[in-house]
């Protein structure tokens, strides 16, 4: 068997959380300038793409004003721009129109909403301001799905066939965004694992990966170190969940996966690049 012709390998996205209480790093990195040299680490692991956030959307989570986002954000990005990783993609992780416009005129390049943009109103009459942004800024945009948000999605959700109900909301809000400017190869979906899914979910999710992939947009897969991880292996600290995410970073290299959102770079960069060299051969 030789090896085939194949687009470009995928990409590692470090996330960066500026936040007290995210759910496996809170706090770690709320100093700006821990965060800026963990990012550096990041991108010499091997990150192509550093996600900040100043909001944490675990389950339960309080929202964080605009404010407050924008005090955590905007520093982190100003000191990746003028240190020694400056060139590196910086993606925004907000659902705020006001913190995505201000990251990306501070040195942002790339949007990630775990809303898909249906949380982005500035007020009521506006239209799709964070898909407008990213069509006006003509950068990649991430499209997230969750069912309710992080006050309410673990309470109960329920799907008659999830990666149908998945797949055709990710659909439509990428239609949307293609109605509104966003070119095509900027549009990236992701199937939003843990957020509004319980273990049933998230298990069919992933085995049904391919049929994501098969809407022909690039995809994002965010599994690192999450709770279904630690109910399968009977882990409790997050922060020890690193083999099973390798495990699923792996699997979706396999179904066709574009980027991989993780905490631990080094570790999935590896699983990543392996899965990937053996797809090369694969019919």
Known sequence: MTQKKSPLPPQIMGILNITPDSFSDGGKYYDSEKAIQHAIIMVEQGAAII??????TRPGAERVSITDQLKRVIPVIEGIRKS?????IISVDTTRYEVAKTALEAGASWLNDISAGDDSKVKESDKEPMLTLAAK??????LMHR????ATMQNKPLY??????VNAYLANRAKVALDVGVLKENIIVDPGIGFGKLMSHNLQLLAGLDSL???DYKVLLGTSRKRFLGDITGVENPQERLVATCATTALGVNAGVNLFRVHDVLENKQA?????RIKQFSD
Request: with cysteine; charged share 25%.
């Open 160 to 165: 008659d066939d999830v990666c149908a109900e």
């Open 51 to 56: 996600d900040i956030g100043g909001e944490s």
């Open 84 to 88: 020694s990783i400056k060139e590196v």
């Open 137 to 142: 800024h003509q950068c990649p945009i991430v």
């Open 272 to 276: 990543m690049d392996v899965a990937w």
């Open 213 to 215: 992939v098969s809407l």
């Open 147 to 150: 069912q309710g948000n992080s």
